[in-house]
């Protein structure tokens, strides 16, 4: 089976500019979180998706939006692109929501770079 | 305000020793502790995790130690090997998706 899939897997955009980051979780997989990992820190959680609906939001602004399709996968958007807003993106998905579902499964990140 | 403390920020070992990274939090809502190991090129990958009603667990040479009163634990690499190579991070979570990281490890084992 495919582990969580991202697409672009690099990207360059200039300071003002829109990006749209893409995820396919694991089959069978129902929730998509996303992280941003900023070069030599942990991993930061920007948002959960479960069943097409938004379950947690970290703290990042409204420029940051993301939503999850009939078949699972997910799309970041993020608006007005700043300098500090270039990091690795990650998505991860778990298992169904079986009133845990901490196990996440990472996929390989979207590095993004914003001149 | 940083939930999950984590030390040290970089670690040399030589082959067949024992690597130790220690994390702290603070939340005391939290209840469910992994540890992720990343490589370069990578996203996290779960190692090994833990809950606060044991106090140690253990899977194959990677064991977690869990001080509840203390709100610390520690992950320990025994017969530690060049292929462990790589960054670890602990974390925390109230059992959702949204995990809080350490700010990471990077472990260099000597061959």
């Known amino acids: 089976d495919a582990g969580v899939t991202q697409s672009p897997t690099h990207l360059i955009k200039t300071r003002g500019q829109h990006v749209t980051l893409r995820c396919s979780p694991i089959s069978g997989h129902k929730s998509v979180s996303w992280y941003q990992q900023v070069l030599g820190q942990g991993p930061q959680f920007i948002f959960q998706?479960?069943?097409?609906?938004?379950?947690g939001r970290g703290n990042f602004p409204d420029r940051f939006s993301a939503r999850q399709f009939p078949n699972y996968s997910s799309e970041l958007n993020v608006n007005a692109l700043l300098l500090g807003d270039s990091a690795l993106y990650l998505c991860?998905?778990?298992?169904?929501?079986?009133?845990?579902?901490?196990?996440?499964?990472f996929g390989s990140g979207t590095q993004l770079s914003v001149l | 305000q940083q939930q999950v403390k984590q030390s040290p920020q970089s670690l040399i070992v030589q082959k067949g020793g024992i690597s130790i990274i220690n994390c702290a939090y603070e939340?005391?809502?939290?209840?469910?502790f992994p540890w992720y190991q990343q490589f370069p090129g990578k996203g996290p990958a779960l190692l090994i995790a833990i809950r606060p009603d044991v106090s140690e667990k253990k899977e194959g040479r990677f064991t977690i130690s869990f001080n509840k009163s203390a709100k610390q634990f520690s992950l320990h690499i025994m017969d530690s090997q060049p292929g462990d190579s790589a960054t670890y991070f602990c974390a925390a979570s109230k059992g959702d998706d949204k995990i809080i990281f350490g700010k990471g490890t990077r472990l260099h084992i000597l061959p």
């Open positions: 998706y479960y069943e097409k609906e938004e379950r």
């Open positions: 991860a998905s778990s298992d169904p929501w079986g009133g845990r579902g901490e196990k996440l499964f």
């Open positions: 939340n005391t809502a939290f209840d469910y």
